[in-house]
């Protein structure tokens, strides 16, 4: 098993920067893609925000291409997703999420990122 625990959301004005951090624990040399995803609002579906693959391939959705970083320090267990030039619609709460090599999937708690206008 992987816990997944999130950290660094909070309340920026757009234009701004966040830094989200997720560091896990447990079986982790199983871990094979990590990465981000967000929700708008309860109900709605997830969406994959970025991923990153433990040899450092990384993939966005378009919207936050040039503007989020995604990152991973493999000794630590814990990605980050540096998110700059932040607008209102990027609020949501953000999903850690990890991906084993048996392809089981693992989620954090969720942190809330809200970007005023």
């Known amino acids: 098993q992987v816990q997944l625990v999130e950290s660094g959301g909070g309340l920026v004005q757009a234009g701004g920067s966040l830094r989200l951090s997720c560091a896990a624990s447990?079986?982790?040399?199983?871990?094979?893609?990590m990465g981000w995803y967000r929700q708008f609002a309860p109900g709605k579906q997830r969406e994959l925000v970025a991923?990153?693959?433990?040899?450092?391939?990384?993939a966005y959705v378009d919207s936050v291409k040039g503007r989020f970083s995604i990152s991973r320090d493999n000794a630590k267990n814990t990605v980050y997703l540096q998110m700059n030039s932040l607008k209102p619609e990027d609020t949501a709460v953000y999903y850690c999420?990890?991906?084993?090599?048996?392809?089981?999937?693992?989620w954090g708690q969720g942190t809330q990122v809200t970007v005023s206008s």
């Open positions: 447990g079986t982790t040399f199983s871990i094979n893609v």
């Open positions: 999420h990890a991906e084993s090599i048996g392809l089981n999937y693992y």
């Open positions: 991923r990153i693959s433990r040899r450092g391939t990384t």
